[in-house]
T-cell receptor
């Protein structure tokens, strides 16, 4: 079946512009996660959704970052007034549900964001 | 705060060798541990998931073990091939209801023909 998909695959933007990144999870997966992978850094957790709710937004690096999920499916991560330090690969993952020992996460190919 | 460490950071072996990648974590209160593979410029491919109640999982030439009490996991790759060259990431599912993964920085494996 179809895996997790993300769009765009690459995004180049100018400092100060807003960007939207999209994630389509595996059908039937109720949990959705956003991570960021910066050059030379490990993978950093940003936010998760169980259904359309994001119970904990504390992983978002600043108030310029926001995310939403609609219909328990597609999610968008929005970065306002982009800065050069936002340049990274943004990865999305989904799982059948959040938490618990059976929570195997499947990742999309990522969106490579470059802020000039 | 959960921290995950992977040793070595890089490894180069000749084709055909058996090898072991190591992962350690500081807080044993985990739900599960996942091993991933990441090819350059690509996303993550899930290799194995070990639930906290399990000791090991096997898939083909891969075998992952988990010793939760000592905070360690190993990924054993048998008869390595050039196609195994990639970065291998270990991640633990933290306690709590959200289940987000906490990752190590990975081991970059190169298998020489």
């Amino acid at each position: 079946g179809a895996g997790v998909s993300q769009s765009p695959s690459n995004k180049v933007t100018e400092k100060g512009k807003d960007v939207e990144l999209r994630c389509d999870p595996i059908s039937g997966h109720t949990a959705l996660y956003w991570y960021r992978q910066s050059l030379g850094q490990g993978l950093e957790f940003l936010i998760y959704f169980q259904g359309n709710s994001a119970p904990d937004k504390s992983g978002l690096p600043s108030d310029r970052f926001s995310a939403e999920r609609t219909g328990g499916s597609v999610s968008t991560l929005t970065i306002q007034r982009t800065q050069q330090e936002d340049s990274a690969v943004y990865l999305c993952a989904s799982s059948r549900r959040a938490g618990g020992p059976y929570n195997e996460q499947f990742f999309g190919p990522g969106t490579r964001l470059t802020v000039l | 705060k959960q921290e995950v460490t992977q040793i070595p950071a890089a490894l180069s072996v000749p084709e055909g060798e058996n090898l072991v990648l190591n992962c350690s974590f500081t807080d044993s209160a985990i739900y599960n541990l996942q091993w991933f593979r990441q090819d350059p410029g690509k996303g993550l491919t899930s290799l194995l998931l070990i639930q906290s109640s399990q000791r090991e999982q096997t898939s083909g030439r891969l075998n992952a073990s988990l010793d939760k009490s000592s905070g360690r996991s190993t990924l054993y790759i048998a008869a390595s091939q050039p196609g195994d060259s990639a970065t291998y990431l270990c991640a633990v599912s933290s306690g709590g209801s959200q289940g987000n993964l906490i990752f190590g920085k990975g081991t970059k494996l190169s298998v020489k023909p």
